[in-house]
């Protein structure tokens, strides 16, 4: 857990503990743990490395080639996390993208990622390597996931007054600190997560994919990870994949959104 009183220390913020706190959205935090593939059980949430897929299921295409293989999450695994209850209790989740081009999921980006579903029994699923020919971003390195609760702000509280500019700017980098912590030796932590509030780059990403006053959820926020293979979403940006509340509620993941935000 995030050590919020510091950081609202650190910040001059402490005078508004309560209305931030209230303001809190639970997430679920994606941690990687360094681990040779081989020794990742199939069937685990993993991040990067080959996806282990149904038998008979095939790698997803973008045009003239395959998509990347990003992460699955086996819902078993990720579910004691889930403090709203938004996820199925089981199954596994998968995500694609195209990782080479990185489109921004503008109109005529359709196909660009795929998530996946699967309910089936998973003892079954097979580790399947990507069949592309071409050379770069055909798979990351991999790393076994392990979950923790975590929690995430929105960047604009209606809760909350600042008294003046520099107040709101003390907020806004106590929300990045809290999402996007460093470690000791001054590097940033990837803000991979589940639900929560989007850490928005540009724009706010729930308003862009969803202008018409939907109640969206964010699924998958993928950050730029050098440890996974270097990789950068743009300049230093992130990936949003997004879906209405309803449609996570029956399981459509085939309606999911997608945006790419970079500096």
């Not at 997803?60 to 004691?80: C, G, H, M, W």
């Not at 097979?126 to 592309?132: A, F, I, N, Q, V």
Request: proline fraction near 5%; hydrophobic fraction near 35%; charged fraction near 30%.
């Amino acid at each position: 857990m995030q050590k919020i009183d510091q950081l609202l220390d650190e910040h001059d913020l402490s005078h508004h503990k309560s209305a931030i706190m209230d303001s809190f959205k639970s997430a679920i935090k994606l941690n990687k743990i360094n681990k040779d593939e081989t020794d990742i059980l199939v069937g685990s949430s993993k991040i990067g490395g080959s996806p282990d897929l149904p038998a008979g299921w095939e790698f997803p295409r973008y045009e003239d080639n395959y998509l990347t293989f990003i992460l699955q999450v086996n819902l078993s695994e990720a579910k004691p996390y889930d403090k709203d209850n938004l996820l199925p209790v089981s199954g596994m989740l998968y995500l694609f993208y195209e990782a080479l081009e990185q489109p921004w999921g503008f109109d005529g980006d359709e196909g660009c990622f795929k998530v996946f579903y699967y309910d089936g029994d998973l003892r079954g699923l097979e580790r399947k390597k990507s069949p592309s020919s071409r050379t770069e971003f055909v798979a990351f390195r991999a790393f076994q996931l392990s979950f923790e609760t975590m929690v995430t702000l929105p960047e604009s509280p209606e809760n909350l007054d600042f008294a003046d500019d520099d107040e709101e700017a003390n907020y806004f980098d106590f929300r990045q600190e809290l999402v996007q912590p460093k470690e000791e030796d001054g590097k940033v932590v990837p803000a991979h997560y589940m639900l929560g509030e989007p850490l928005n780059i540009q724009d706010d990403v729930l308003e862009e994919l969803f202008e018409n006053g939907e109640d969206p959820v964010l699924l998958f926020q993928i950050d730029s990870d050098e440890e996974l293979a270097d990789v950068m979403w743009g300049d230093s940006g992130m990936l949003y994949f997004c879906m209405e509340r309803e449609d996570l509620r029956e399981k459509r993941f085939d309606r999911v959104r997608f945006t790419l935000q970079c500096f």
